[in-house]
């Protein structure tokens, strides 16, 4: 037993050993749709603000845990007339929330030029909802949305502990953003995102 301890303590120490402590900043553009059951939309443009910490681990560096703080705006257009719709009137929501990451990164902890895919749930919550320039009461939409987010991106080393970075991904949501009382059907946003970024290495191990 006290062997089995001391392997234990002796593979977490050696993890330890080779990780890097990171916060990162990135902005940029989203591309959403908000897909309704009863009526067409179209995409509009918002913005997408992350700000997140990361964890760098294990043999060679090849896997990150970064937990991301995001300032979402996510806009939709109506293209049709319905009971709830008019043709035209534009969707717009501004969220903020958690998005915890699971990233793995291609190469080794010395390249300087590195590969990345990250995938992880997003946990966001509706500040508010307008439709056709007026603002919904709050019993008219979900307050907390869940998703997630697939993306994929590089990072380039600029100095010894700066990188610059870029991504590009899709996020979709798990729950319906509109409240039954107000439409009924699925009302999930789909998005495709584009954003750069700056990275400040912390602390690294190994150099």
């Known amino acids: 037993m006290k062997k089995l301890f001391i ?8 993890s330890v050993s080779y990780s890097q402590y990171r916060w990162e900043v990135s902005a ?45 705006q996510r806009k939709s257009e109506i293209s049709e007339t319905n009971a709830f719709f008019n043709n035209g009137d534009e969707i717009s929501t501004l969220q903020v929330g958690l998005t915890p990451k699971f990233r793995y990164l291609f190469g080794s902890g010395k390249d300087r030029f590195r590969a990345f895919i ?28 869940i998703g997630g987010v697939y993306g994929a991106g590089f990072s380039q080393m600029i100095g010894e502990m700066f990188d610059i970075m870029a991504e590009v991904g899709v996020m979709n949501d798990f729950v319906d953003n509109f409240s039954d009382d107000v439409i009924t059907g699925g009302s999930k946003f789909f998005d495709i995102y584009a954003r750069v970024g700056i990275r400040f290495r912390i602390y690294d191990a190994r150099r």
Do not use: H, Q
């Not at 392997?7 to 050696?14: D, E, M, P, V, Y």
């Open 7 to 14: 392997l234990i303590f002796c593979i977490a120490l050696s």
């Open 28 to 72: 940029g553009a989203t591309y959403s749709t908000l897909n309704l059951d009863n009526v067409d939309t179209s995409g509009k443009a918002g913005f997408f603000i992350n700000a997140g910490y990361g964890y760098v681990l294990g043999y060679r560096a090849k896997t990150s845990i970064v937990f991301s703080l995001d300032l979402l």
């Open 118 to 145: 990250n995938v992880g749930p997003s946990f966001r919550v509706n500040t508010n909802f307008e439709v056709g320039g007026v603002e919904l009461e709050d019993e008219a939409y979900e307050k907390l949305v």
